[in-house]
């Protein structure tokens, strides 16, 4: 759950305006997921829908980002250190069984009062320790040293969020597990405390939904955790109803839980494995993924018996071979679920015809963001006019003035933490986003570094007449074990050092890359955005939100039609959006074009490739970054994610940019219009349809 700071969030609910400068951001979340779930639950309490949130407490965030002049380095997000009066003890509850250890686990909360009503959000954060008897008998066993280790083992549970995957340990496992069994343990003791221990073999269905978003290896330990549950008293009451003896133990399992997911990110999900020995903490698990393998795989067959092979919907996705004694994770969760959805009408079909196309009944939710968060609060310059007329002048020169004012808070931002001057007159550029390569920071890095060179064999006044000026504003994480994306900051950087002390070029570009980039940042950048990219390769981004916020900001966005952009422009108008790039149905046949050998690149992209090879943003080498272009099966062989393909498309439709942005007038309108075309990506809309289409909840009457 990446909260924000609360306390200013609430403020400014409460009509109060107060700027927290030095309280951190809660560091309970990743990227897009832990928004969206924050928005949710904000949506949830604002519409007094009864829903509650569980997460784990961790002690470290994602990591705090700084730049150096080498690369990306990343430093402990101690996040608690202000933050810990927030929490709210709730006390001891049931164990949970981690092999043979037994781990303590207390549930915490975090208010989060929403405007006017009386509801909160609140979501419920476990965090685990050893329990004192497995420490008496360790340190019986094996003295202090073995004591030290197992109390360490309680603690790093929920230490640090998301270590390297690459190894068992850096999948942290057991803190996912942990999540799915302490989550279940505190909703059946809510369902007893409420309804009574006697009527939960026939209410549990009809009383509880559980939304279970993006949890990846966990995905398996939810679905079977409903029949092994780690407290024995449990285990008795649920598996004499949902127990594996059962031979309808899938249709009841689902029928208890209604287990919800939310895919996202299709190619992700589609070779989304994890091996028996780092999933099956306890043995009945095996018993358990096989029971339902031999459930659902005979059902599937008859389903698919005398169906046309061709038929869209029933041909077997060609995905990578499963290795052996591999668990396909996501199928499991897809089988697992009594309602399955997309996040995006893009992504849902390709997760409906090519990812999960053996299985039936996905329905599509549309994202959303929380306008009382991306309006009201980090833009009330631009809430105070937003329901004035279009064609008004007035409303137009407010506007303007309104973006101006965000600009100028923005470039004061850049001065302290760059240490670079930029001019609230120029466009302000920016994509701020989690560094991945299909999110193709380095397709707009690669139209930069083209447009510099492009001004550079031009005369002062042939580069005035021919660009805008512009600050280029990057932002976001690179992983820490994803190495690409660690050498695409560093090339932005690079550049940006380079152009930046460039006097020939002067105000006319500049590129900015914003170190620890959050949502405290995002509140400053978003307000002040002009052009904001979402250039991600068709069919690969699941939906996306920043677009949504950038949008509803009055920013008009470049992008390809992947993700929520689809709908966006649909909505603001295809004149109000700059479109580029390969479409969705195209990429899979762009793709064996290049593994074939065939694909002759733009001779933009080559003079492009050439000028940042050629020393000109100083000595580090950058062949391993163009590797991801041309590959080592030869030249044109890799380029997975089609940056060279989309340049030249992406390098005209900048220059359709530059000239709209000449005109203010016509700027203005666009912004206005974007403004005015965000209202569906509400996510009061998405937890409507939820509540509506999915749940059968309806919204408590409060007096």
Not at 378 to 386: A, H
Not at 520 to 532: H, R
Request: glycine share 6%; aromatic share 10%; charged share 30%.
């Amino acid at each position: 759950f990446l909260r924000l700071r609360v306390l200013g969030h609430n403020l400014a609910l409460l009509q109060y305006e107060m700027r927290l400068k030095h309280k951190p951001d809660a560091a309970l979340g990743n990227g897009g997921s832990g928004r969206i779930t924050s928005r949710f639950l904000e949506s949830l309490a604002t519409l007094n829908y009864p829903a509650w949130g569980y997460g784990l407490r961790y002690k470290y965030g994602l990591f705090k980002q700084r730049i150096t002049k080498e690369r990306q380095e990343e430093v402990a997000e101690n996040w608690l250190e202000e933050c810990s009066s927030s929490d709210v003890i709730l006390g001891m509850k049931r164990l949970l069984s981690l092999g043979l250890t037994k781990v303590d686990w207390k549930t915490l909360t975090m208010k989060f009062q929403v405007g006017s009503t009386n509801m909160t959000g609140d979501p419920s954060l476990s965090k685990t320790l050893v329990t004192l008897k497995a420490m008496m008998k360790a340190f019986k066993k094996g003295g202090e040293g073995v004591l030290l280790e197992l109390g360490s083992m309680g603690v790093e549970i929920c230490y640090i969020l998301y270590p390297g995957d690459e190894s068992t340990e850096g999948k942290i496992l057991e803190a996912q597990y942990t999540l799915c069994s302490t989550s279940l343990q505190d909703i059946i003791a809510r369902f007893e405390r409420r309804y009574g221990g006697n009527e939960i073999r026939e209410e549990f269905p009809e009383k509880l939904e559980v939304l279970h978003r993006e949890l990846w290896h966990s995905q398996i330990t939810l679905h079977v955790e409903i029949i092994e549950m780690t407290d024995e008293q449990l285990i008795q009451d649920m598996i004499s109803e949902y127990g594996i003896s059962n031979p309808k133990i899938l249709e009841k399992k689902v029928n208890a839980m209604r287990i919800l997911e939310n895919v996202d990110l299709p190619a992700s999900l589609a070779d989304l494995f994890a091996k028996p020995e780092e999933i099956l903490i306890h043995e009945t698990r095996d018993e358990a993924i096989h029971e339902i393998r031999n459930e659902v795989v005979p059902a599937q067959e008859d389903e698919l018996e005398g169906k046309d092979p061709q038929d869209e919907k029933v041909v077997k996705p060609e995905h990578a071979p499963i290795p052996p004694k591999m668990v396909r994770m996501a199928n499991l969760c897809v089988v697992g679920g009594r309602a399955v959805n997309g996040a995006a009408e893009i992504h849902s079909e390709i997760v409906k015809k090519e990812v999960f196309n053996y299985f039936f009944q996905f329905r599509n939710k549309t994202n959303g963001v929380t306008p009382r968060r991306w309006i009201h609060f980090c833009n009330p310059d631009l809430s105070t006019i937003i329901s004035k007329w279009i064609d008004n002048e007035d409303l137009q020169i407010e506007w303007r003035a309104a973006k101006r004012s965000n600009k100028i808070k923005v470039s004061a931002f850049l001065k302290e933490k760059t240490g670079y001057s930029v001019s609230p007159d120029a466009m302000f550029d920016i994509q701020v986003k989690r560094i991945h390569e299909y999110k193709r920071q380095l397709l707009n890095i690669l139209g930069i570094v083209y447009r510099y060179k492009k001004m550079k064999e031009m005369t002062a006044a042939e580069r005035k007449e021919k660009f805008v000026p512009r600050v280029c504003i990057f932002g976001g994480k690179a992983f820490a074990t994803y190495i690409q994306a660690k050498r695409i900051v560093k090339f932005i950087t690079d550049v940006g050092a380079t152009i930046n002390h460039d006097p020939d070029i002067g105000d006319l570009l500049k590129v900015m890359f914003v170190p620890d980039y959050n949502v405290s940042v995002a509140e400053l950048l978003i307000p002040a955005s002009e052009l904001s990219q979402h250039i991600s390769t068709a069919g690969m981004e699941a939906s996306g939100t920043s677009n949504m916020k950038f949008t509803m900001n009055g920013c008009v966005l470049i992008g390809t039609l992947d993700g929520a952009n689809v709908e966006i422009r649909q909505e603001v108008g295809d004149d109000n959006f700059f479109l580029f790039g390969a479409q969705a149905r195209e990429i899979a046949a762009l793709r064996k074009e290049r593994a074939e050998g065939k694909f002759v690149p733009d001779e933009s992209f080559e003079e492009v490739k050439d000028f940042a090879r050629s020393g000109a943003f100083g000595p580090y080498n950058y062949d391993e970054l163009m590797g991801s272009w041309e590959g080592n099966e030869g030249f044109g062989r890799a380029d997975y994610f089609l940056v060279g393909k989309d340049f030249p498309s992406y390098i005209e439709c900048q220059e359709k940019v530059d000239n709209a942005y000449r005109d203010q007038k016509r700027w203005t309108i666009m912004s206005i219009l974007n403004t005015a075309g965000s209202f569906k990506f509400s996510s009061d809309r998405t937890i409507h349809e939820y509540a509506k289409d999915i749940w059968s909840i309806k919204p408590i009457e409060l007096s």
